[in-house]
C-alpha cells in the first residue's frame, strides 16, 4: 500500500485547503484516515472514511468544517480532505493513513497501518 499526500500550504484564517490522498495497492484495506500532528502535540485524528457505505466519521474540532470524500472517478485513486473556515489551531502536518480498522478504532491511530508522508498545512495571517 502507497499513499502520498498533498495539497498542503500557507492559508490566512477563514480560508480553505484542500488536501489529496493518492493510493495504491489498497485492495486490503477498507477504510481512509486523517491525522493532524502539530509541534509538540500528539498525533490526532482529523476524521474518516470508510469504503462500505462511504461512511464519514470527523472530530468534533473539526465538524461543520471539514469534509472527507472519494473521488468518484475510481481511477484517479483519490481521497480528499476539504478544510474550511482555517484556524491558527489547524496548523499540522497532515497525513493520511489506510487499513482494516474496526468501528472501535477508526478514528484511532493504531486502526490505521499504512501511512502516507505527510504535507505541512499553515494557518496564519
Known amino acids: 500500500v502507497q499513499l502520498v499526500a498533498s495539497g498542503g500550504g500557507l492559508v490566512q484564517p477563514g480560508g480553505s485547503l484542500k488536501l489529496s490522498c493518492v493510493y495504491s495497492?489498497?485492495?486490503?484495506?477498507?477504510?481512509m484516515g486523517w491525522f493532524r500532528q502539530a509541534h509538540w502535540t500528539d498525533r490526532e485524528v482529523v476524521g474518516s472514511f470508510r469504503w462500505n457505505g462511504c461512511r464519514t466519521y470527523y472530530a468534533d474540532s473539526v465538524k461543520g468544517r471539514f469534509s472527507i470524500s472519494r473521488d468518484r472517478d475510481r481511477s484517479k485513486s483519490a481521497v480528499y480532505l476539504e478544510m474550511n473556515n482555517l484556524e491558527s489551531e489547524d496548523t499540522a502536518v497532515y497525513y493520511c493513513?489506510?487499513?482494516?480498522?474496526?468501528?472501535?478504532?477508526?478514528?484511532?491511530?493504531?486502526?490505521?497501518?499504512?501511512w502516507g508522508q505527510g504535507t505541512q498545512v499553515t494557518v496564519s495571517s
Open positions: 495497492g489498497t485492495s486490503e484495506v477498507n477504510a
Open positions: 493513513a489506510a487499513g482494516r480498522p474496526i468501528l472501535s478504532t477508526i478514528m484511532t491511530a493504531r486502526g490505521y497501518a499504512y
